[in-house]
């Protein structure tokens, strides 16, 4: 899968190990069409394949992170174009929780269906002090599509993941922040910095080690704790295989920081 040009993503580098994707589609508040999401899946599928990264963000131009699917787009289909939809929009979703590097969404604005599913599928959620979220589908005479029912209730709880599908209530970053649907909020001046700050924590770390705690903490979410604990223990005597086990206890025991 490749993509020559994107018309709606744009894709920086910010020093050797930490990628930027920005989902530009300003002029709809960067509403996720099928085109844009057929981009997206590209983008994505580049950016995996990049073997020196070890941070990507996701974030959205202007003031808003994604506000949603593109209703204009979707009020024209009927029930079998609409599963289409649901579907290409779930199957990317999956593909970046299934990224083999953390993943952090940097919520600079509105994050309203479509939007606050995408943050879900990513590892951390930061948000600026203007975004805001919710699942406002039902409003709209359907239910939330790319896996939303899903997501939501196992990052924030079943009661309040029903009672925000349900009602199709607005949250805003303090009660975001208070139900774990986001791991910090932060001034919207300052949302990116925060974010490459923590990207650089991370990247600094030993990149096998992290990709490693990803898979074992995905896959102890989605298992039994007795398969899940074999599961960890194959990763955490496959460190011992890499150089980056050694030069990681080799720095400490000679108190220096490790080079990665």
């Known amino acids: 899968m490749s993509c ?24 709809a508040l960067n509403a996720l069409s099928a085109e844009l999401l057929g981009e997206l899946h590209c983008a994505l599928y580049s950016l995996r394949e990049d073997k020196d990264l070890r941070v990507l963000i ?24 609409a599963k289409d939809f649901g579907h290409k929009g779930a199957e990317v979703f999956r593909f970046i929780e299934q990224m083999p590097i953390p993943v952090i969404a940097a919520i600079n604005g509105f994050a309203l269906g479509g939007g606050c599913e995408l943050s879900l599928a990513c590892d951390i959620r930061i948000a600026s002090d203007k975004a805001k979220f919710g699942q406002p589908e039902v ?10 029912t899903l997501r939501l209730p196992r990052t924030v709880g079943i009661g309040i993941a029903k009672e925000l599908i349900y009602s199709a209530r607005i949250v805003k970053p303090d009660e975001a922040l208070s139900i774990g649907l986001v791991n910090r909020v932060v001034p919207d001046e300052q949302l990116m910095d925060e974010v490459l700050q923590l990207a650089r924590t991370i990247a600094a770390q030993s990149p096998t080690a992290v990709r490693y705690a990803k898979e074992s903490i995905d896959c102890g979410l989605q298992t039994d704790i007795d398969t899940a604990i074999v599961f960890e223990q194959n990763l955490f005597g496959l460190c011992f295989a890499s150089d980056e086990q050694k030069e990681g206890m080799e720095a400490f025991l000679n108190k220096r920081k490790p080079n990665f």
């Open 4 to 27: 020559s040009t994107y018309k709606y993503i744009r894709i920086n580098r910010e020093e050797s190990y930490i990628g930027i994707l920005t989902i530009d589609r300003e002029s």
């Open 58 to 81: 996701i974030t959205g131009a202007g003031r808003s992170f994604v506000a949603g699917a593109d209703i204009a787009e979707m009020s024209k289909m009927n029930a079998n174009e």
């Open 139 to 148: 409003g709209l005479g359907i239910t939330p599509g790319f896996s939303g």
